[in-house]
């Protein structure tokens, strides 16, 4: 029989043992119980069946910081790890796109202002660990149900243009009475700029008029998230 491919890691004997007693935790005790890279040896047994994936779980947290940032990093930064092939990156890039879905719905089955930290984790879930900066537009109808979720603007790594008039003619064509602002900072550091103040107020000044309500703008990073209606700033 053939050889199993070298994926990087070495032969454990008892692999198997561990893998079932750490599925058997999880079962048991759920996903608080167990670490970052514990949660992610489970996402990596589909890819790589026959070895050890505790040291390359251990070793992918330690470059990005958590499972989130793991799952969330580029697919270029994820290959330069050793060990990593294009199995692990799918099941990585599956699970983000699952995480992203499942708040995506969260959002959707509910009145967004009822249920404002769906709409923080959503936009966290989304954005958060993006490294480049981007703007995207939560569209509400009158009952403020998301119509539609839209990137608007991808730009670089601290600044992302967004036209006050572009924003507000895509909420006419979707018939939305209301939006909710949202953009990330790589920088993680969620802190409004004058930048941001000032777009927000002159896309309200361009919204208000056609009965449009700029609900909020809120801004996330992987420190955290802040909303310019918190803060005051409109």
């Known amino acids: 029989m053939a050889d199993a491919p070298d994926d990087g890691f070495k032969e454990a004997p008892h692999f198997h043992g561990h893998r079932d007693r750490l599925r058997a935790r999880f079962r048991e005790a759920g996903a608080l119980a167990l670490a970052d890279y514990e949660l992610l040896e489970l996402v ?14 251990k070793a992918l947290v330690d470059r990005f910081g958590s499972f989130a940032e793991v799952v969330a990093a580029p697919v270029p930064l994820l290959a330069e790890i050793p060990g990593v092939k294009d199995a692990i990156i799918t099941e990585l890039k599956v699970v983000e796109a699952a995480a992203q879905r499942l708040a995506r719905g969260q959002v959707k ?26 703007v995207r537009v939560l569209f509400l109808d009158k009952r403020n149900q998301l119509i539609a979720d839209e990137v608007l603007q991808t730009g670089t790594v601290d600044h ?33 700029s004058r930048a941001d103040i000032d777009m927000t107020r002159r896309i309200i000044e361009v919204a208000k008029p056609l009965g449009i309500e700029v609900h909020d703008h809120i801004i996330v990073g992987k420190d955290g998230h802040a909303s310019l209606k918190g803060l005051r700033l409109i």
């Open 44 to 57: 990596l047994f589909r890819a790589v069946p026959r070895r050890d994936v505790k040291p390359l779980a």
């Open 160 to 192: 992302a243009p967004v036209y006050p008039r572009e924003v507000v003619k895509r909420a006419l064509e979707v018939s939305a009475s209301a939006l909710i602002l949202c953009h990330n900072h790589p920088s993680g550091d969620p802190t409004p």
């Open 109 to 134: 089955r509910r009145p967004a202002l009822s249920s404002w930290s769906a709409v923080i984790d959503y936009c966290r879930t989304a954005m958060a660990y993006a490294e480049r900066e981007q």
